[in-house]
């Protein structure tokens, strides 16, 4: 039996290419006393991990050229030497793109597939579901009868990010990249409004959705967006930077004029909090978020779509239409069968 | 008598001109059951006016025209009809640019001659210092070990927060206009360094003097400045942003290119807070502001230098000034001979 990997090939320039990953073979790695080997059911695809891809400094160390590309996983165990885990359990962890991942201690955790089926440990119930838990009750604190504004509202953090703050009794206005993801944010997940950044005249049409500005802005796009909501933030308006989707493929810097005096003004004159954060800086929430989330989830308060691809070998390319918007959910391989499915 | 006062002739065009003021004698104000008129001694001179001379979008409205010029004042109070001033008490309120005002229940405070100077009531101890001890209480937060940069660092509210920082264990960097403030701020405050913004090879000395990069980076200037120190900032600095002065004068936006996605990449990577405020949002530490920084004052760990001006009609000249680093120490005008001086 071997094992396929899919490895950074190279740095991309730009918008990833086909070219810059590498699918091979190896056997399947060998495991110590202690460790953990497990098959990969579903791979998450996570807009961070162009990030990954990067040598620029970021909070994580890049992935190294040649090595297997990162990316949470739910498994199931095979042979195991850990104690605590019997095969064919399962796990959650940091197994990367390829099919069997080995893991020591404290690398993964188990997952209950009666408590929510399984590829949810990697969406609403994972890490995109408490990045968007933990940086509302840290830095967004969305009030009752404020409003909040979330973009790439249809998408794994910001479906979420949205749901919670109408759990709150904010007014909730997406904003999505179709008008098919419209319609979702809005008829399937409750928010109040979703505007498409493409559509003519989005700027005004936000304005109109948010006749008393905008008290928190969920930032996990950048670029145009942002140009939108900026003149419509109330004083004492939060925004918590959790991605940069639209930028993260930018190789230079756009155009002047020069907005960083703009921006300043702004957090100034209406003294803003911009606050970015990375999902493990609150590490400590994770107990809270799966007890509150996952009864939420339970009891249909909060709703998910995933956006299942089949196939390991279909990952490099799914992940490139990501960076573009070309899923509608949660994107997930599905790089072997999920047998509680 | 008669009250001189200065008044709003015009809204500047960038930086304010002469013509932009008029000084005019009218009437000493006639005053009412519960309120006291006060003889003006000091008027403050602070950045935030030209904010109010004009009429973008801020937190307080703007000065109307023909109104008269906004400011804290320390003043004598004279025939009083007021319950518990007796004639000849100090005063500290917002007295404006001019020789008498008059002052109903709440708008300002006794202050006791005796304590401190009567003029620091207008600065360490007062509005300035109050910026200085309650952005840093609930923004900065700085931690003993860290660095901690301040911009404008002999100026009122620079001051104050570079010792307080320095008092909780910081490393302190101070950022100032000239070789002497530069020198003042050293030999005098006890900052561990200090660099002259418009020297040569600036922000390589800033860095040179950060060697374990900034932890808050105390934001009253803007500009060349926050250039030097966005790339130093290391992962969860804070940025309490307090004032913009190289910005205020500005009738439009730098060249490019746009700098915006410049800044969000580093919000993002390396989880910075960015947040405005105003003196007034922090209102309830004023108890604990008069007492610590009181005491701080009283013991000689935080020293403090006045830029006195004598004549109310110089006024809008060291305000003039004032926007550009002329004056050297917290600025103001004698408006009256000081009493208790």
Redesign the interface.
């Known amino acids: 039996m071997s094992n396929r990997r899919i490895v950074l090939a190279e740095r991309p320039h730009g918008a990833p290419a086909a070219h810059n990953f590498r699918l091979e073979e190896v056997p399947v790695p060998e495991f110590a006393a202690g460790e953990l080997v497990s098959r990969t059911l579903y791979l998450s695809l996570d807009p961070y991990m162009r990030?990954r891809m990067s040598d620029a400094?970021?909070?994580s160390p890049p992935v190294a050229i040649d090595e297997v590309m990162t990316g949470g996983t739910v498994g199931q165990g095979g042979a195991s030497r850990r104690d605590g885990f019997a095969p064919g359990d399962f796990v959650v962890g940091r197994g990367g793109w390829q099919d069997f991942s080995v893991y020591k201690k404290g690398e993964m955790r188990k997952v209950d597939p009666a408590a929510a089926p399984l590829s949810t440990a990697l969406g609403v119930l994972g890490m995109p579901g408490m990045t968007a838990y933990t940086g509302l009750h840290e830095i967004g604190r969305p009030q009752a009868g404020e409003t909040l504004v979330v973009a790439a509202a249809s998408g794994a953090v910001g479906a979420v990010v949205g749901q919670i703050a109408r759990i709150k009794g904010c007014r909730v206005v997406g904003i999505a990249g179709s008008k098919d993801k419209c319609a979702y944010v809005v008829d399937e997940l409750g928010f109040d409004a979703c505007l498409d950044h493409r559509a003519e005249g989005f700027a005004d049409a936000l304005a109109a959705a948010c006749p008393e500005g905008i008290d928190v802005y969920w930032?996990n796009v950048?670029?145009a967006v942002?140009d939108a909501v900026l003149p419509l933030l109330n004083?004492f308006a939060r925004i918590p930077?959790?991605?940069?989707i639209a930028?993260y493929n930018?190789t230079?810097?756009?155009?002047?004029?020069?907005?960083?005096?703009?921006?300043?003004?702004?957090?100034?004159?209406?003294?803003?909090?911009?606050?970015?954060?990375?999902v493990f800086?609150f590490a400590a929430l994770e107990e809270k978020f799966q007890s509150e989330v996952g009864a939420w989830v339970r009891d249909g308060g909060i709703r998910y779509r995933e956006d299942i691809r089949d196939g390991l070998e279909n990952a490099p390319e799914a992940f490139m239409g990501l960076l573009g918007g070309a899923n509608f959910g949660k994107l997930l391989v599905r790089v072997a069968p999920d047998p509680t499915a």
Chains 1, 2 share one sequence.
């Open positions: 990030g400094p970021s909070y930032e950048g670029g942002f004083p930077v959790c991605g940069l930028q930018a230079e810097l756009p155009a002047g004029p020069d907005r960083l005096p703009l921006l300043f003004r702004n957090v100034l004159t209406k003294r803003l909090t911009i606050r970015g954060f990375i800086d």
